[in-house]
């Protein structure tokens, strides 16, 4: 008996293992080395080595160490990638203004000398007799930081490595991240308030009536996100159909600004999200039995009283789901806001984007998405309790 | 409860009703004509009907490679999920699985972990793993998105099976090898052509993984869709747009089909 039950749990495990492996090594692992990304700093230690290990054993007192000017030195020799090295002064001037100029001259005087031979820094720039530039070097240092997550809420840490505010003018994630929030709260709040009362009246109808409602809901559903957002794309533009729809019944004179703004993102993102609401909140009313509305009427409910005690409870469950759906998937949308979106509606996926692609600055863009990743996979844990909960179970 | 409604609220009812199916379906019907338009302009109106979009389609090399492209990556991603996700819905089935349900959750995880997340993380692994710009990659990286889609259609019709079935056969002396093939194979079958259905449709609308992890020459058809909507608006994209459709369509009706000749199959007459 025992055997056979250990027999089925190794064939369980051994049927479920090649997908479990496969989803470690490309789903897990890219997820963890964004996360990695996103504490690690290796831009001036991977240019200058021998420097960053003997930073380490510095205690940051007292002088600079002729050890370190040697090993400054000898890294600034090798030969190294300009974009790596100009990576790393950067790097170390948003430490302490004044090393763009400092690294140059030195390199420059580092190469420009014979092999081995032994060069006074503090001569090529009386700089370098400043404790406070090599501890700025030192602060560069570590390869893990906190510099990325801070910045991703626009914090840093000052000279003392206190954290501190931003300056208003340098940053503008908080924004984004509120303005990401926003456009996924109006969507949100949008499709609960169009999407609640038609899962009522599908749920209530009957025959061609209800399919035709579905079928209108089930259709998007299975139309490709692209070919919706493209469709929106043509309707919302200025010589668009609505815009000439208004115009010809004389409504309009100019045409309405309604793309590449607010206004036709959370036009395009309700479309597209409509379907998450309804379907949860349709689902959940088909199962409430069909005579309970005409018991609470003759119980001698009056019918608001009877929607409102009766119909409405039973709805909740499925628009609480339905809003955490579309909440969670709207938080992450990248690709509408980016097609029918001005530059003041991209959300945080495009600002993650931009850090990955168009900068390359993994750390901000993984400081940034490990944001969305927790806020995202709270929600999902939510979301999954909350449908199985006893109320969702037992409709 | 449509007995004793006032007509005032009916009347309500019908008009928002319209309304919100009107919004619902508007959009998708508007960009049709569009793709038999002659003109150079993705807009109304339409000056006369031509299908050089089309041509267009298929004799300019970005758009033909791109829709080949498609064509080849979508099916890869469908045969790694599907394989992948249907193995894993049998395993998940047993009572003596430990912690089914929450390794079910983590296995669900790619249908919400935001696309762009997933990419930045795809981009920097697949950077060392030399799988960047490759075809593989990209396979792979639908993949991971399609899975969940097939793990749900999978286990749903795992659900609905009645398991005496199974029970009958193996008392009867058959090994479970047998049993797999000739009966839990052939009744989830509908289920597995489901998934691999919502796989490939997966695989054809996504976007965001291939910026980051494809190269120039995985260009897939949407990727060539989402370039040309911001870069210059051909109307080569409603014409895309119109075959996207009645492709979604035709395999609408596919998954409906076997939907119905699943449930014919559970309940015997």
Known sequence: MMSSAMRARLRALGLIMPLMAFLLVFFVWPLATMMVASVTDGTVRG????????????????????????????????????????????????????????????????????????????????????????????????LYTDRYLLAAVDLERDASGNVAGLDANTSANRQIMLRTFLIAASVTLLCAAIGLPYALIAAASKGWVRAILLIAVLLPLWTSLLVRTAAW??????????????????????????????????????????????????????????????????????????????????????????????????LGYYITPALVGGANDQMISSVIAFFATGTANWGMAGALGLILLVVTTVLYLVYGRLSRSPTMVAT | MSGQTSPILRIAQIVFGVAVVFFLLAPIVAILPLAFNSSVFLNYPIESFSSRWFGELQSNDMWRRSIVNSLIIGSGATIVATVLGTLAALGLRSSQLPFAS???????????????????????????????????????????????????????????????????????????????????????????????????????????????????????????????????????????????????????GLVGFLRWRSQKALKPA
Not at chain 1, 111 to 119: N, R, S, V, W
Not at chain 1, 120 to 133: F, M, N, Q, S
């Open chain 2, 102 to 252: 929450a390794i079910r959750t983590t296995f669900l995880m790619p249908m919400v972990v935001p696309a762009v997340v997933l990419g930045v993380g795809m981009q920097m692994l697949y950077g060392r793993l030399g799988l960047a710009n490759s075809y593989l990659g990209v396979v792979v990286a639908h993949a991971v998105l399609c899975i969940p889609f097939v793990l749900v259609s999978v286990s749903g019709s795992l659900n609905a099976m009645d398991p005496w079935l199974e029970r009958a056969a193996s008392s009867l002396g058959a090994s479970p090898t047998r049993v797999f093939r000739r009966i839990t194979m052939p009744i989830i079958m509908p289920g597995i052509l489901t998934g691999a259905v919502f796989a490939f449709a997966t695989s054809l609308d996504e976007v965001v993984l291939t910026l980051f992890v494809a190269g120039p020459n995985q260009r897939t058809l949407a990727r060539q869709m989402f370039a040309s909507i911001r870069e210059n608006i051909s109307p080569a994209v409603a014409a895309a747009a119109f075959l996207m459709i009645v492709g979604t369509l035709c395999i609408a």
């Open chain 1, 233 to 330: 794309f043509i309707l919302l533009q200025n010589e668009g159909l609505i815009n000439d729809a208004l115009k010809t019944i004389g409504l309009i004179s100019e045409p309405l600004p309604l793309i590449f703004n607010r206004t036709g993102v959370i036009i395009a993102m309700t479309h597209v999200l409509l379907p998450f609401m309804v379907l949860p909140i349709y689902s959940g009313l088909l199962t409430i039995p069909a005579n309970l509305m005409p018991a609470a009427a003759s119980l001698g409910a009056s019918r608001i009283k009877a929607f409102r005690h009766v119909l409405l409870p039973l709805a909740f469950p499925g628009l609480m789901s339905g809003s955490l759906l579309v909440f969670m998937v709207a």
């Open chain 1, 47 to 142: 240019v200058l080595p021998q420097t960053a290990t003997v930073l380490a054993k510095w205690d940051g007192e007292g002088p600079p160490t002729p050890e370190m000017a040697a090993s400054l030195v000898t890294d600034l020799r090798m030969p190294v990638d300009s974009l790596a090295f100009g990576d790393a002064v950067r790097r170390l001037n948003s430490e302490l203004s004044g090393f763009r100029s400092l690294m140059s001259r030195t390199a420059s005087a580092a190469k420009g000398a014979g092999e081995g031979q032994a060069l006074d820094l503090v001569a090529i720039d009386p700089r370098w007799g400043d404790a406070k530039y090599w501890l700025a070097m030192k602060r560069a240092m570590p």
